[in-house]
């Protein structure tokens, strides 16, 4: 029962959002490592063939390209899979990825049957589905290990620092001394995006905490609060920088916890840098 409990544990880790670029230099990697592994350990019969290897495993290699571009276009770009990436975990990323390698199998699985030998035997098409995990899901698997990880143990390291750095001493002053929206800049803790509106939270006198929401946009309170401790940490959230009184990391970036407030605000992976500083 612990080790399902510790999978269930893993599979619910937060995982980061790729990049666009990012995502399309792994794609090429990975169209490559097929190229080249299956011409130079030439497995399921391309032994058996003697002209044109390099350009048949090429072929195989485009293909691959190409299934995971038609998953990417279909179940990224158009059914927003994950349209939230605060919510993208490891398991999630594991699916996904199941699903770009069942369409690289259909991808080859075409070329191999209409290109190569040139009719189509659906009965084979499990054997192709087999051949494509074998040769993925040891690459795949390591990959998507290295990335939580290694995500994990950065921001966590940068959370340590800033947590020690708040202990060395007082954070640089800033000029809290005016308001927002009528409610002093010293009392707000976090702003967070809702879409044409943002809702403010800040503290009452009283200690109990409020929220206020407002027809505004993110830019438009940063250009107000300029020269306060507010600032941007999120494409949705702004932050009261001096009510922090803890940060964490995982894969997606770090995570603060605010003075007198239970609300856990995101610090994502391209706001890290800026935020420290």
Same mark, same amino acid.
């Given at each position: 029962?612990?080790?399902?409990?510790?999978?269930?544990?893993?599979?619910?880790?937060?995982?980061?959002?790729?990049?666009?670029?990012?995502?399309?230099?792994?794609?090429?990697?990975?169209?490559?490592?097929?190229?080249?592994?299956?011409?130079?350990?030439?497995?399921?019969?391309?032994?058996?063939?003697?002209?044109?290897?390099?350009?048949?495993?090429?072929?195989?290699?485009?293909?691959?390209?190409?299934?995971?571009?038609?998953?990417?276009?279909?179940?990224?770009?158009?059914?927003?899979?994950?349209? =939230? #990436? %605060?919510?993208?975990?490891?398991? *999630?990323?594991?699916?996904?990825? @199941?699903?770009?390698? $069942?369409?690289?199998?259909?991808?080859?699985?075409?070329?191999?049957?209409?290109?190569?030998?040139?009719?189509?035997?659906?009965?084979?098409?499990?054997?192709?589905?087999?051949?494509?995990?074998?040769?993925?899901?040891?690459?795949?698997?390591?990959?998507?290990?290295?990335?939580?990880?290694?995500?994990?143990?950065?921001?966590?390291?940068?959370?340590?620092?800033?947590?020690?750095?708040?202990?060395?001493?007082?954070?640089?002053?800033?000029?809290?001394?005016?308001?927002?929206?009528?409610?002093?800049?010293?009392?707000?803790?976090?702003?967070?995006?809702?879409?044409?509106?943002?809702?403010?939270?800040?503290? =009452? #006198? %009283?200690?109990?905490?409020?929220? *206020?929401?407002?027809?505004?946009? @993110?830019?438009?309170? $940063?250009?107000?609060?300029?020269?306060?401790?507010?600032?941007?940490?999120?494409?949705?959230?702004?932050?009261?920088?001096?009510?922090?009184?803890?940060?964490?990391?995982?894969?997606?970036?770090?995570?603060?916890?605010?003075?007198?407030?239970?609300?856990?605000?995101?610090?994502?992976?391209?706001?890290?840098?800026?935020?420290?500083?």
């Amino acid at each position: 029962m612990k080790i399902l409990n510790d999978v269930v544990q893993l599979l619910n880790r937060p995982f980061p959002d790729m990049e666009r670029l990012t995502y399309f230099k792994l794609l090429i990697s990975l169209s490559l490592f097929v190229t080249f592994f299956l011409y130079v350990f030439e497995p399921f019969g391309l032994s058996t063939l003697e002209d044109n290897q390099f350009l048949i495993c090429l072929g195989f290699g485009s293909m691959t390209f190409v299934g995971a571009l038609v998953y990417d276009f279909f179940f990224h770009m158009l059914l927003k899979l994950n349209s =939230t #990436p %605060e919510k993208w975990t490891y398991g *999630k990323w594991v699916l996904d990825n @199941l699903g770009y390698m $069942l369409f690289i199998s259909l991808a080859n699985f075409l070329y191999a049957r209409l290109v190569i030998i040139g009719f189509i035997n659906w009965e084979l098409f499990p054997q192709m589905i087999y051949s494509t995990f074998m040769i993925g899901i040891i690459p795949l698997m390591s990959i998507g290990a290295w990335t939580l990880l290694s995500g994990e143990r950065k921001y966590q390291h940068i959370a340590e620092e800033i947590n020690q750095g708040k202990s060395n001493g007082p954070a640089r002053q800033a000029d809290d001394s005016g308001s927002l929206f009528d409610i002093p800049t010293h009392q707000i803790r976090y702003v967070e995006a809702l879409q044409n509106y943002s809702k403010i939270g800040y503290i =009452t #006198p %009283e200690g109990e905490l409020k929220e *206020k929401i407002e027809r505004t946009t @993110l830019k438009g309170i $940063l250009s107000e609060a300029e020269g306060s401790s507010i600032v941007k940490c999120h494409r949705s959230y702004l932050v009261n920088r001096v009510t922090v009184v803890n940060a964490s990391g995982n894969a997606q970036g770090l995570l603060l916890s605010l003075a007198d407030c239970d609300k856990v605000i995101p610090v994502s992976r391209t706001c890290v840098a800026d935020f420290r500083n």
